[in-house]
Structure formats: C-alpha cells, structure tokens
C-alpha cells in the first residue's frame, strides 16, 4: 500500500505561483509512475501532468503546457508541481495519483490516490 498526502494548494490572484508537493508513504516511491489530475466543481476528473519512474519523461495537458511543471524527488518519496502563471479556469482540486504503469493520463490506471488540495485562482 501507498499512503499519498497532497499540500500546498491556497488562494492566490491570476499570474500567482504555487507549488503542490505530494509526499508517499508505505513503501518506496521509485517503482510508482505519479501523476497529477484536478477536478473543478461540477466537472470530471482530468489529467494535468504525469512522470514516469526514474523522472527522465514528462507529460502534459496542452491546458497546462509551458506553465507547469512536474517533478520529483524519489529520495524523499516526493513529487512536485510548479504551477506559473496561474489562470481562474486553473481552480480545481488538484490529486496526486501512483500507480505501477507506464505514464498515463488515465485515472483509472492509477491505484493509489491523495486526498486532494484545492487551489483557487481569482481574477
């Protein structure tokens, strides 16, 4: 099993910054391809960014391409998302998924999941 905790998320103006950390627990992380999806109110779950194992391959929504950035830290079971420049349509609950697979933008390819951390951006 793998516990995942989300932090970081907050209220923040349009062109902010913030940085989401997502940090594992119950075993080593390193075997765990990780991702990030968000869920804004009254919509479905979709795909933000995923890492795969090692770190060395990235992906992104176009939605989120050149502001985001994913990585990790497999030293410290953790991984992380920049966000830049931050836009309102960007507000959602932001959730970290692990799951033994190559990188997918697929949630239900992903067995473990945190919580989730909101992240408002006002106007």
């Known amino acids: 099993q793998v516990q995942l905790v989300e932090s970081g998320g907050g209220l923040v103006q349009a062109g902010d910054s913030l940085r989401l950390s997502c940090v594992a627990s119950?075993?080593?992380?390193?075997?765990?391809?990780t991702a990030w999806f968000r869920q804004a109110p009254g919509k479905e779950r979709e795909f933000v960014t995923g890492?795969?194992?090692?770190?060395?391959?990235?992906y992104y929504a176009d939605s989120v391409k050149g502001r985001f950035t994913i990585s990790r830290d497999n030293a410290k079971n953790t991984v992380y998302l920049q966000m830049n420049s931050l836009k309102p349509e960007d507000t959602a609950v932001y959730y970290c998924a692990a799951g033994r697979i190559f990188t997918s933008a697929r949630a239900s390819e992903y067995n473990y999941w945190g919580q989730g951390t909101q992240v408002t951006v006002s106007s």
């Open positions: 890492i795969s194992r090692g770190g060395s391959s990235t």
């Open positions: 119950g075993r080593s992380f390193s075997p765990y391809s």
